[in-house]
């Protein structure tokens, strides 16, 4: 069985239909899983350098819950915004315009990037009546524990940034560089399950625009976390962390939970920052019991 097909049989029980939204004068696609009528609806924001697949593995541990999941500016089948930077500011309009638009009222949910996104949105005001942050930026990527790789990749994506438009965009999409990351962050000892990460990241990973927007993105990546907007995110607020993490360490994420109003952290041994691919079943349930209790 092709290492694709690890999560094949529930994702496909999953209604999805693709859609386009005109935000920010850009168009942005978004993909609507789950049922119609369900009684709750769910905005996920995916990572860096990802795109909305990244999360099916949860969603298909959702079952009855209305997933809306768009592509981020950039990435995907989600053009740049035109005329603007890609940097937090951009993204926190974007998500409230988006939001307003497609999904008015949603609980939110942001994986790794996406946690920055999300929280600093909500700090701005975005109508959430709760939170959802996934392996969440809860500190600065070069305090982390792997901060000399973070540094590596300052270097990586500023040379891809600066080298002529054809040799920058071909090391940035470089498919050993990607596997080398992709090997670094698994911590699965399931083989197939492996090599299912390591398909995801050849097959979505490098569907960004062009090299200006990904290195605006990853700037933004580098420069902010959660900690930043946390005590203004005042909704019910879920950690999900990982005892693993090579970017935030768990420690890190324990004192995160305390600046929120009102939050609470799960725990999740025996993975790294690949939550939505590694251990998508228990994520999934953490977020079905908070959303029950909120």
């Known amino acids: 069985m092709p290492a694709s097909d690890y999560y094949a049989d529930r994702i496909a029980a999953v209604p999805v239909a693709r859609h386009e939204a005109d935000v920010l004068g850009g168009t942005t696609a978004y993909w609507v899983y789950g049922p119609d009528d369900a009684a709750t609806t769910i905005l996920a924001v995916h990572g860096f350098r990802g795109e909305h697949h990244g999360l099916e593995p949860v969603v298909a541990h959702l079952p009855g819950v209305r997933v809306v999941m768009p592509d981020l500016p950039g990435f995907g089948e989600t053009a740049p915004i035109p005329g603007r930077q890609h940097d937090l500011g951009l993204y926190t309009d ?160 324990r004192e995160l939970a305390t600046l929120f109003p009102d939050a609470e952290l799960v725990e999740i041994p025996g993975v790294g920052h690949l939550i939505h691919y590694e251990t998508p079943g228990p994520a999934a349930a953490a977020i079905t019991s908070f959303l029950e209790r909120h």
Do not use: C
Request: charged share 20%; net charge positive.
């Open 94 to 253: 974007w998500l409230r315009a988006f939001a307003e638009a497609v999904a008015p009222g949603a609980v939110v949910i942001g994986h790794s990037f996406g946690s920055i996104v999300v929280s600093a949105t909500v700090a701005q005001g975005l109508d959430a009546p709760a939170v959802v942050l996934v392996n969440p930026i809860g500190a600065p990527a070069l305090e982390g524990p792997r901060g000399v790789m973070t540094r590596l990749a300052i270097f990586y994506y500023a040379a891809g940034a600066k080298l002529p438009a054809r040799v920058g965009t071909a090391l940035l999409r470089n498919g050993l560089i990607v596997r080398v990351m992709s090997q670094a962050m698994a911590k699965t000892k399931d083989k197939r399950l492996r090599a299912f990460v390591h398909d995801q990241h050849d097959t979505y990973f490098s569907r960004f625009t062009d090299r200006d927007v990904l290195h605006d993105a990853f700037v933004t990546s580098v420069s902010h976390d959660v900690r930043e907007f946390a005590p203004r995110v005042d909704r019910p607020t879920l950690l999900i962390a990982a005892e693993k993490d090579d970017i935030t360490p768990i420690e890190k994420e």
